[in-house]
């Protein structure tokens, strides 16, 4: 088995891809997305952050962090994000939870861990972002980037770094990475 080490480096730029549990569709709600919104914030008022960007989907979402010079842990975020977001009276998983959940008092809500890649280079940045913003493109769940209403894509398009009908027929590259 890999020994898998996460990359943790402080001022750090992050690609992140966190998914719910077996991919239920937890953010067709209003309700979810808004309710994950101020988990975000709640957190970063106590543990500060950038988002860059960031797409909501049906079941899962993708983001870029960055990290404050003097702190490198994404790790405590994420979980304090999870934990926001799951312990609102609101959260109510429908499907049974296993019994490993259980076992470690989860709700059922989260897949476990995140996928998470350091950015390296602006490069790398821009092809990121542009995988952010093509993702509902992907998924089928819009025919623009600019369709999709929960996605950083619409303040990249108003600051000028997008034309508006971007991502109708993306480049070969983007359509290649696959960061699900």
């Known amino acids: 088995m890999p020994d898998y080490r996460r990359a943790y480096v402080k001022g750090g730029v992050f690609f992140f891809t966190v998914a719910t549990n077996e991919r239920r569709p937890l953010f067709n709600e209003e309700s979810a997305v808004d309710l994950l919104r101020s988990s975000f914030k709640r957190v970063m008022a106590a543990y500060p952050f950038e988002v860059d960007s960031m797409v909501i989907l049906p079941d899962h979402l993708h983001s870029i962090w960055v990290l404050p010079d003097d702190d490198s842990d994404f790790s405590v975020r994420w979980r304090l994000i999870k934990t926001t977001f799951t312990r609102s009276k609101s959260m109510n998983p429908s ?55 929960h996605s950083s894509f619409h303040r990249f398009a108003e600051e000028g770094l997008y034309p508006w009908n971007w991502g109708q027929s993306p480049p070969k590259q983007l359509l290649e990475m696959d960061l699900e």
């Open 95 to 149: 499907r049974a939870i296993s019994d490993s959940r259980l076992m470690k008092k989860e709700k059922g809500i989260w897949q476990r861990r995140f996928w998470e890649h350091m950015i390296r280079d602006e490069a790398d940045l821009n092809r990121h972002r542009d995988y952010i913003h093509y993702n509902p493109v992907k998924h089928g769940l819009a025919v623009s980037p600019a369709e999709w209403e």
